[in-house]
Each structure stands twice: as C-alpha cells, then as structure tokens.
C-alpha cells in the first residue's frame, strides 16, 4: 500500500508539473520588424509573444537585456531592464544608453505570468543601426557622364580596391538618384529590388544597409553598381512629366570594413570612380519595360582584374546628404514565381502565354538562340471577347521587353529597372518552339509578412478573398498605388485610405505605411493641403479632396487601432492639425463647400440615364462628412497624447460641423437632400445625425438599396463602410444579399466573369465581353477590395475591442446562404481565429485567443443554457461564469485559449 502511495503521488507531482509547465516567449521583433539591420530609431521599441500548453495567461512581467554579442557576456551586456512589472508584450522601448552607429545589438527578453511562473530568457533576436549621425556619411554622391535626353541607357560604375588584412565584418551603406544594383567582386548585393525605393526624394531619400563580410575577400576587390531611371529620373503620371527629381542618375555608396586586429576601413564613392553607359541595358522606364541588348554585355566588368581604361572618371556633385534617411519600410523582393498554365495562339496569331493570375512583376526568360535573336515580350491583364491580346487599357505605357540575343548556349533574363502588371504574354520572335519551362513569371511585391486569412463555404466568396490579396500584393510595390500596369502607378491617397484596415487584416503593412506616411506629411504643402497621390508628382489643382486628403488623419488612426502603435499618431498628429486648418480656410459658416472634389468616384449610373437613377452625391456634403470625420479623429488623437486644450477645441468644432450640415443638407423629417446609398452611408457611419434620427435614416438606404433591385450604387467613399453601416443598424441580411450578389453591380460580378484580382470599375468588362472605357480601366485595383474588413469583422466576426487586439471582440454573423466561415489573424499577441459551421440543425462557433489578451464573446440567437463547449454546458465551467444572456445573444468574457461552443441552431 505504501509502495502504491508512493507510485500515486510521484503521477500527481509529475503530471502537475507537466500541467503547470513554465511559459516560453517566441517571435521577437523590433519596430515592427523582424532582425531588422539598418535602423535609425534612437529608442526601438520590442515585441513578443508568449506561449504556454495552458489556458487565461497574462504576463505580469518582464525584464529584457540589451548586449553587443550574443552570448551576453557581462561585459557586453548595455542595459537590463530588471523585472518590469507591466503586461505589455508589444512595442516596449528601449530605455538603455545612447546606440551607436553600424552596430549590431542582440537582445532577449523574460516574463512573469499570472500562475507564479516566468520563463527563460528568449532565444536571441538583434537589430542593427545604421547611420546616427549624417555627419558619418564620408561617401560623396557620384554622377557618371551620361546623356540628359528623356531615354538614355543605364549606367554602369566601378571601383577597384584592396584589402590587405583578414577581414571580421562589412556593411555596405547605399542610396541613389535612380535605381540601383549593387555588386561585389560579380556577386549581387542582397536580395532587394527597386531600391532605394520611391519616396519624396528631395526631402527624404532612403539608403540600405548590407551585411557583404562573405562577398569581400583578402586582396583585390571590386565594387559595381548599375544605374536606371526608376521614379527619380523616369516618366510619371502624363504628358511631359519626367525627370521630376532630376535628370541626372547618381550613386552614393559608403563601404565600412572592420579587420579582426581592430582597426577599420573606409571605401567611399569618389572621384576615382569610373563610369560608362555603354551597358546591355540600353532602355528602362517604369511605364515603357526595358530593352537588353545581351551582345552588348561586358563580361567581368564588375570583378578585378577587369580593363577600364576606356571608361570615363565619375563627376562628384554637390547633392545634401540632408534628406538621407535609413530604410523605414519593408523592402520589396522576388517574392515567388508562377508557371503558365497555358500557352497558345489567338484567332490573329499572336503567340499568349496565360500565367492564370494578374499579377505584378516581370517575366523570367531562358532559352537558347542566335546571335542578334530579338525576343519581344509585351504584357496584358486580359483578353478581348474574341480571345485577342488586348492592351489598350495600358494607355501611353508600352509594357515591353526585349531581348537580343548574345548567341549563348543557353540564356537568362529578367528585367532589372522597372515591373509590369500582367496575366497574359504575348511572345514575338521566340526561337523554336515556345514551352512552359521557357517562361516563368516572376511575383514582385513589398516583402510584407502575410497576417490574415478568410475561408468560407462558398467558392466565389473564397475567390474573392483571393482576389482582395492579389490586389494588394500588385498595389503594395514600396508604395500603395492605384494600379499596376498603365501609365499611372501613383501612390493615390483615397484608394489607400478606403482600404487600409482591409490591407492590414491580410499582411502586416505597419512599417510600409509608417514610410508612406511620412511622405505624405513632407509633400504635404505650406497651407496644410494634401496632394491626392504620395509621393506627390501631379499639379496641386486637383489637391484637397475629401476623402483623398483625409488619408492625412484617417490611416493612422486605422493603424493605430490595429497595431496599438500611438506613434502612428505622433508622428502624423501635426499633419493632421494642417489639414484641419486647411479645411476650416476654405469653410464658411462651417460648412466645407468650395474647392475641388473627387467626390464619390465611379459611382453607379446606368448607361442611358433617363430618369435619374445614376447615384450623384453632393460633393460638399461628402466633404462635410469627412471634415467631421477627420475633426473627430483629431480630438481623440489630442486626447490619447495628453493635448487636453486641442482636445477641447476639436469637440467644440465637430459639434459646429455637424450643426451646419443638418441645416444644409437635411431636411427637417430627416430626409438627406442627396438620397443616395452613399449619402446616407456616410452620415449614418460618421455619425452626422441626431441619434434619434439615426433609425430612420438606417430605413432609408435599406429603401434605396431595395429600390434598386438590391444591389449597391456605392463608388470608392461609400463602398467601404455600406455593409459596416447595414450591420450597425440591424440589416445584416441585406448585407448578405450585396456581397452574395452575382450580378453587376457587385462583388461578385468580376469573380464571375474570371477576375483574379479587384477591378477598378463594378463592369471592367461588360457581360457581352466588352470593356468599359479603355481611358480608366485597370484590372487591377484594390479599392473595391475594402469589404474585406467587413467580412474579417462582421461575417467571421474577429474584431478589435482595444486597440492592437489587446482585447478582442468575437462575434460572427451567421446567414444560412453562408454554412461555413473562419478567419484568422496574427496579431502581435498570437494568433487569433474566429469562425462558425452550422450543420444539422447545430451551430459550431470556433474562437482561439492568444495568451496576454483577453476576448469579450457573442454567441448569436442563443442563451447560455443552450451553450455546450467541450462536451459541457457552459454553465457547468467555472470559466464560464460570467455567461449572460443580452440581446438574444449570449456573451462569454473569455482568457487565452481555444473554445469550440456548439448549441442548436
């Protein structure tokens, strides 16, 4: 009997430390990213999560060390934070001494929990600084002789150097006018493209850091770098616009060498530089493509040993250093490849290869062929109703490239300086017979990581989802462009702003928008006006609107919802305050009705509009509506950053906003002057109308809808927040009945006709086939993609009740035509997942919290009696037992975990 005790309680003790198994921390990342190398941030700021195999964790605690080397000796251990006690996991800074330049630090990171436990110290993660002080930049800027017509070739420059001792480690520290490719003794830097990237150039100009240790070697070295116009130099937007930022391509690249006896070298871009533009890339344009002329390749040109005799000394200018900035984004890769599904001829002949996807990049040539073989490859998102190659939506932009043939055994290509938006091919000139191992298209985006997932049981709904993803992916090139493919690819603010909660549910666009937002604020101009495209290349006549300017305020309080991060704010608050003071010039009497206005853009009108069904909204009162909108957010922005006396100002100013437009625009039974869905949309979701005049008004766009055979009439201000509205006043189903639509116009309509991406219009392509007007109509375009944030929230019903997910709100929506759906979300706490299955008369909700958070619950049409989780009532789990029953639903506050409910449905 002892022997048996003894064996019992040894189980209990074993099984209870099992149960009670310490916590662990994983996934480290620094401002926003992960092991980022070449930051600036004086104080970065550090995330993590935790995991544990039990349930209703919260860390209480934490402590974090700083160290130059990974093993954290006690000698290079810079700061300890000692025990914290605080829950915070995401964004805590660093609060140790002054970081200095080119240095890479590692840190690790404990926590405490709420069960008495802490865990061991993290694995290691590192960042490293770039330049802290510009006053270390020793490079000059170099501009290799080069012609100052509007198409030239792209320039090629070199630099000869020894190193004489065993090396420890190298970075490289570049920027450039014009895009760049960087090369080390023939090897190419990093695995970046497009760099620097675009943003306002005069005042900001981002440079990359590389790690090139294993490229450099004892002795003679080589350093080469090919030049192309890129944004800097090439056409933008229309007519005569290029060279906006200069029409001379230049390069400024600093080499920092440190040898294992300790002392280190310098090598600069200088005058003894050596430049020609007699390369094999003889044109490159963003809109245009790119023509290699492979017979023209100079061999070795970038490794030593090679002759530069006939080369041409490099020019120094005189160009600041003032606006370099270290990268602040992600950068933008070779993300994956595509193989064609299809190749074929048209009826005319035309040889198509069909990748199956509109996609954005470029395509990977290899083959075999003789000297002088020119291959032209020109790019389409779709082909006409008669199955022909079709490219007049591309405008002005000739989308080509060509390749001549050296005469090789066998050879490669792909383009180096600019990116096409494309499904189809077309080939001319292939030698022999065309086969799919011959092409391969090659997916270009800003490497952002993929954050969100939506899946349901019905296939188009499934496909739109994809779609929404590969808009986004196409768009997110280091800038949020409107599209791809013609000549226009600007970063347009409205687009940006309308899908901006949508882009971060799919992927994690915190550092790509902390970048672009601080564009917008350095093009922003003197009298707090906002250009409609960032960075900023159009005429200012068209700058201002509503809608397109309130990017200004609206993306980074969408940001800060999502991430928790108040920089967003901070760094964008003053933006804010000049755009408010703008508005407020051109208002009278607060009212906001002069100026120009994008207004509701493409919008719904039929073709023969003969009795006024076409969808016109009053462009000052949506312009009132965002003036309110922006005035709101501005107040609680001041309230979040202690700016209590701003605070009070802008409460006081968005009462005036809203008294001035319900005595403009609404008549005294509630009725809006514009009676359209958009109208109605936005004085419902910014709350315009007296709350006792919200309900009806709520009747009335259910009325229109309904009038119009139940479909929407919404352009790009009213589309994103429609079924948000409907959902807030009660009409979910109606919701429904919009996004399960087949017909035009609708969501699904595209999906119908073949669309693997968003449209630009509701009937890009018509149900005879036929296009909308070629002028503006890219089949690529995310902007009608914002209803995926309604489906993340609302139909799957994973939301945020805190900002950064702190705290989560769980409430899906279920509608019969929809069985299934289940989203999931990585958060910087863990993953979360919301989801429902209804079958057999049963209704199955599936919720997973991550640990450091908690989540409020709402189970549909059902009271806490009928709930069973775990083959349990609720009601018989003490974790459970703040059930109650509210509004026909059940609400559950839940901790960490995953639950799967199930009651009769």
């Not at 408010?580 to 009278?588: D, F, G, M, P």
């Amino acid at each position: 009997m002892k022997k048996f005790s003894l064996l019992f309680t040894v189980f209990f003790v074993s099984a209870g430390i099992l149960l009670s198994k310490a916590p662990s921390v994983y996934d480290l990342s620094c401002e926003h990213k992960i092991n980022p190398v070449g930051i600036d941030t004086k104080s970065p700021r550090f995330s993590w999560k935790i995991f544990a195999q039990d349930v209703d964790l919260l860390q209480t605690g934490y402590a974090i060390r700083v160290a130059t080397s990974p093993d954290f000796s006690k000698k290079s251990i810079i700061w300890e934070s000692g025990k914290v006690s605080d829950d915070q996991s995401v964004l805590t800074p660093y609060q140790g001494p002054a970081l200095k330049s080119g240095t890479r630090y590692f840190w690790q990171v404990k926590i405490w929990d709420n069960k008495g436990r802490n865990s061991s110290w993290s694995k290691t993660a590192f960042w490293e600084t770039g330049f802290m002080d510009k006053s270390e930049w020793k490079a000059k800027w170099i501009v290799p002789l080069q012609s100052e017509e509007r198409e030239m070739p792209a320039l090629m420059v070199r630099k000869d150097f020894d190193l004489n001792k065993k090396i420890l480690n190298a970075r490289a520290y570049v920027s450039s006018h014009g895009l760049y490719i960087l090369s080390i003794n023939g090897q190419r830097v990093g695995d970046q493209v497009m760099t620097p990237g675009w943003t306002s150039y005069e005042k900001r100009l981002q440079y990359q850091v590389y790690d090139v240790t294993t490229l450099l070697k004892e002795g003679s070295n080589t350093l080469g770098s090919m030049l192309g116009d890129g944004w800097y130099r090439g056409t933008l937007a229309w007519e005569d616009n290029w060279g906006i930022y200069g029409k001379k391509l230049g390069l400024l690249c600093q080499l920092q060498i440190q040898y294992s006896d300790g002392s280190s070298e310098v090598i600069i871009s200088d005058e003894s530089w050596k430049g020609t533009q007699d390369g094999p890339v003889t044109m490159n344009s963003i809109y245009d493509g790119e023509t290699y002329d492979a017979r023209k390749k100079i061999p070795g040109w970038d490794m030593p040993g090679f002759d530069d005799d006939p080369w041409q000394l490099v020019e120094v200018a005189n160009h600041s250093i003032d606006n370099l900035i270290a990268m602040e984004t992600v950068p933008v890769k070779r993300i994956e490849e595509l193989e064609a599904v299809d190749i074929f001829r048209t009826p005319n002949g035309t040889l198509v290869v069909d990748f199956g996807q509109n996609l954005v990049g470029w395509v990977k040539l290899t083959f075999k062929g003789k000297e002088g073989t020119i291959i032209t490859v020109r790019h389409a998102e779709v082909l006409d109703k008669h199955g022909e190659f079709y490219t007049e939506n591309l405008r002005s932009a000739d989308a080509t490239m060509r390749y001549i043939s050296r005469g090789e055994d066998i050879e490669e290509y792909e383009p180096l300086f600019t990116f096409f938006g494309f499904r189809y091919i077309s080939v001319d000139g292939f030698p022999g017979e065309l086969k799919p191992e011959h092409v391969k298209a090659i997916v270009v985006h800003s490497d952002m990581a993929t954050t969100g997932s939506f899946h349901s049981s019905h296939p188009l709904i499934n496909q739109l989802q994809k779609n929404i993803v590969w808009g986004q992916k196409g768009n997110f090139l280091d800038v949020p462009t409107d599209c791809p493919q013609r000549d226009e690819r600007l970063g347009w603010t409205g687009d940006a702003q309308v899908f901006g909660r949508t882009a971060a549910f799919n992927m994690n666009v915190a550092a790509f928008f902390t970048k672009w937002l601080k564009d917008l604020s350095a093009d922003q101009l003197e009298n707090g006006i906002v250009p409609p495209v960032i960075p900023n290349v159009l005429v200012n006549n068209i700058a201002g609107s509503a809608g397109w300017a309130d990017a200004a305020t609206i993306i980074p309080w969408d940001l800060y919802q999502i991430y928790g991060d108040v920089q967003f704010l901070e760094n964008q608050y003053e933006s804010m305050q000049a755009w408010l003071r703008y508005i407020e010039s051109q208002s009278t009497d607060n009212l906001w009705n002069k100026g120009f206005h994008f207004g509701d853009w493409l919008f719904f009108r039929p073709n023969d509009d003969v009795d006024g069904r076409a969808a016109v909204t009053d462009k000052y009162m949506i312009a009132q509506c965002f003036w309110a909108r922006s005035t709101q957010i501005a107040m609680q922005t001041a309230e979040l950053l202690g700016k209590k006396e701003d605070a009070n100002i802008y409460k006081e100013r968005l009462q005036a906003i809203k008294k001035a437009y319900i005595e403009e625009y609404m008549t005294t039974r509630g009725r809006l002057i514009s009676g359209t869905q958009t109208a109605y949309v936005l004085a419902l979701h910014f709350d315009m109308l007296p709350f006792e005049l919200r309900e009806q008004a709520a009747l009335r766009l259910v009325d229109n809808i309904k009038s119009y055979g139940k479909h929407l009439t919404t352009g790009f201000l009213g589309t994103p927040y429609l079924c948000q509205v409907l959902t807030r006043f009660g009409h979910t189903e109606l919701a429904f009945d919009l996004l399960l639509r087949e017909a035009y116009p609708s969501w699904l309509y595209p999906v119908k006709m073949g669309a693997t991406t968003i449209w630009e219009r509701w009937d890009g392509q018509k149900p005879d086939s036929t296009f909308q007007n070629p002028g503006m109509n890219s089949f690529n375009h995310y902007a009608y993609g914002a209803i995926g944030d309604w489906m993340y929230s609302v139909v799957a019903g994973l939301d945020l009740a805190e900002p950064g997910f702190k705290k989560i709100k769980i409430h899906p929506h279920i509608d019969r035509r929809l069985p299934s759906a289940k989203a999931s979300y990585e958060s910087y706490y863990g993953t979360i997942e919301s989801g429902y299955e209804l079958k057999d008369g049963s209704l199955k909700v599936l919720v997973k919290i991550p640990h450091n958070t908690t989540a409020q619950v709402r189970l549909p049409n059902t009271s806490p009696e009928r709930v069973i989780e775990s083959g349990k009532p609720i009601l018989q789990n003490r974790r459970f037992e703040n059930a109650r029953f509210e509004n026909e639903d059940t609400l559950i506050e839940l901790g960490s975990g995953s639950y799967i409910f199930s009651y009769p449905y």
